[in-house]
């Protein structure tokens, strides 16, 4: 059974930048036909795509946030991260890692609240 | 980027009932649908994938129909444990988008 969970700050400053982590387990990552993805979400609002990297290192990103988002992936520790620059309060959401399999999100994290505060 | 439309963004129904949600698309995205469902708290959970077939363990009062640019969800006989927010979301392109979600509640 994949499981994945993500890792990281759950306070971060304005204007500096928001990194997680996403361990998976039960699974590899090079193991090939998978996305990994990161998705959010806003308090009390729906779902926002953020972006996806395959195990070689291809990422595409949602053109809303690609100024400011990359996506990496280590193989070796069988994680992938994010990383969000020049964060406002507007970035305050819940952020879940996934992975997609042609298509549908089959696998999810429990998401972890990023709030961004002084 | 595709526009997905849910409607409606809420509903209230009576234990058994059949429960409806409609899913539009900006553009045909053929049959490249997906339904989830979040419980409060919850990662949201794969119900319905390629527009109308049902994941592994899903109930199977759960079903999705539809292809182009209008798709249905449809729970034929409303249950408890049903409560929950339902979103669509199209994988024809990228960025991959999601409806704004339609939230069901017990009358």
């Known amino acids: 059974q994949v499981q994945l969970q993500e890792s990281g700050p759950g306070l971060v400053k304005p204007s500096q930048t928001l990194s997680l982590t996403c361990t998976v387990s039960g699974g590899s990552i090079s193991s090939g036909g998978y996305y990994w993805s990161w998705i959010r979400q806003h308090p009390g609002k729906g779902l926002e795509w953020i972006g996806y990297i395959y195990y070689s290192g291809s990422t595409y990103y949602n053109p809303s946030l690609k100024s400011r988002v990359t996506i990496s992936v280590d193989t070796s520790k069988n994680q992938f991260s994010l990383k969000l620059s020049s964060v406002t309060a507007a970035d305050t959401a819940v952020y879940y890692c996934?992975?997609?399999?042609?298509?549908?999100?089959?696998?999810w994290g429990q998401g972890t609240l990023v709030t961004v505060s002084s | 980027d595709i526009q997905m439309t849910q409607s409606p963004s809420s509903l209230s129904a009576s234990v058994g009932d059949r429960v409806t949600i409609t899913c539009q698309a900006s553009q045909d995205i053929s049959n490249y649908l997906n339904w989830y469902q979040q419980k409060p708290g919850k990662a949201p959970k794969l119900l319905i994938y390629?527009?109308?077939n049902l994941e592994t363990g899903v109930p199977s009062r759960f079903s999705g129909s539809g292809s182009g640019t209008d798709f249905t969800f449809t729970i034929s006989s409303l249950q408890p444990e049903d409560i929950a927010t339902y979103y669509c979301q199209q994988y024809d392109n990228l960025p991959r988008t999601f409806g704004q979600g339609t939230k069901v509640e017990i009358k």
């Open positions: 996934a992975r997609e399999y042609g298509g549908p999100i089959d696998y």
């Open positions: 390629d527009a109308s």
